[in-house]
């Protein structure tokens, strides 16, 4: 395991560890539109990604898809559901070349049994992420279209493989769509009106972004007083 594929969960750990870690997974790569998982198949696995993007959607109950979440390098995956030793509630969808460790469920979780550092940095993996979904539902109750857009595209940005950089590729409209809850037309209206005020260039499956500081102020998280 070289120091560019290890993340904070398991930065604590000896060299003697980590090799064991690395011994214990396996590495899946896949092409753009492959999957890692579907949605209600045995949750049996929990995945590391190393680079590419993952795509995790939801077929809800009345046949609308939605996008809760998409992964980025140096992130888990599918791991609560592998845990719990119950289905999988998302399909993992690769929406770039992407490669990933996997490891068995319960394989890991003795892992991180006999290393309390890395059980108490999931712990906190898993607190973010829920304080992340409530964000959004927050944002989805009291926000507008156009400034959750702005707010989806500038975290996601924030948390490209290269760090902080311009350009969020990979997604759809569509995609973009079912991230936010709303419809492709008003994306698409969205997007159309920043290119024409300069804060933004579209193409196909990327977004650049031109003014980080507009659209930190659509999104209402802009520093300035």
Same mark, same amino acid.
């Given at each position: 395991?070289?120091?560019?594929? @290890?993340?904070? =969960? ?32 045995? /949750? ?6 190393? *680079? ?7 077929? @809800?109950? $009345? ?19 592998? &845990?719990?030793? @119950?289905?999988?509630?998302?399909? /993992? ?9 996997? &490891?068995?469920?319960? =394989?890991?979780? $003795?892992?991180?049994?006999? *290393? ?10 898993? !607190? ?6 409530? $964000? ?9 279209? $156009? ?14 493989? !290269? ?19 709303? @419809? ?9 009106? &920043? ?18 500081? /507009? =659209? ?10």
């Amino acid at each position: 395991m070289t120091a560019d594929e @290890t993340f904070s =969960l398991f930065a604590g750990l000896n060299d003697e560890a980590r090799a064991e870690l690395a011994r214990l997974a396996t590495i899946v790569s896949l092409d753009r539109g492959a999957l890692f998982f579907r949605q209600g198949g045995a /949750a049996d696995r929990c995945f590391y990604l190393l *680079h590419g993007q993952v795509k995790l959607a939801q077929i @809800t109950a $009345d046949g609308k898809q939605v996008i809760p979440r998409l992964v980025q390098p140096r992130q888990m995956f599918g791991g609560v559901a592998a &845990w719990s030793g @119950t289905t999988y509630p998302v399909t /993992a969808e690769a929406i770039l070349p992407s490669r990933a460790y996997a &490891w068995p469920g319960p =394989l890991l979780f $003795d892992f991180m049994q006999a *290393h309390p550092t890395v059980l108490v940095a999931a712990l906190r993996f898993v !607190s973010q992420r829920l304080l992340d979904v409530q $964000d959004r539902l927050c944002d989805w109750t009291l926000g507008s279209i $156009d400034r959750r857009l702005a707010k989806r595209l500038l975290d996601l940005s924030a948390t490209a493989a !290269s760090g902080l950089t311009r350009e969020v590729q990979g997604l759809s409209r569509q995609d973009m769509a079912e991230m936010i809850g709303t @419809t492709l037309y008003s994306v698409s209206r969205i997007l159309q009106g &920043w290119k024409a005020d300069g804060l933004v260039e579209v193409g196909r499956r990327r977004v650049r972004i031109l003014d980080r500081n /507009a =659209l930190a102020t659509i999104a209402g998280t802009s520093k300035d007083p």
